[in-house]
């Protein structure tokens, strides 16, 4: 399904955020030009930008679109600290 997900034009991410029960977001992803690979970047810090404001919409939606590509949750317990120096050079 992530294959098909990331070709999803933006009518049919913008029903799929309508299925998934979000209505009143669906003029926002289509007037954003959200198409199935736009969806994938986005995240819980970007929603508020497609007028997404309520916490828990922001928890659900996001976990929605990990769900849909596979993307693991990440690690609100886990410290950059705990990561060995080489590690973290990019």
Not at 16 to 35: E, R, S
Request: net charge neutral; hydrophobic share 40%; aromatic share 8%.
């Amino acid at each position: 399904i992530v294959a098909m997900a990331e070709s999803w034009s933006e009518s049919q991410v913008a029903d799929w955020i309508a299925g998934i029960g979000y209505p009143q977001f669906k003029a926002a992803f289509l007037t954003n030009h959200i198409t199935g690979q736009r969806l994938q970047r986005i995240d819980a810090s970007r929603l508020p930008g497609l007028g997404v404001h309520d916490f828990e919409d922001i928890k659900v939606i996001a976990g929605k679109i990990r769900e849909l590509y596979g993307i693991t949750a990440p690690n609100s317990k886990e410290s950059i600290a705990n990561v060995p120096f080489e590690q973290r050079r990019v």
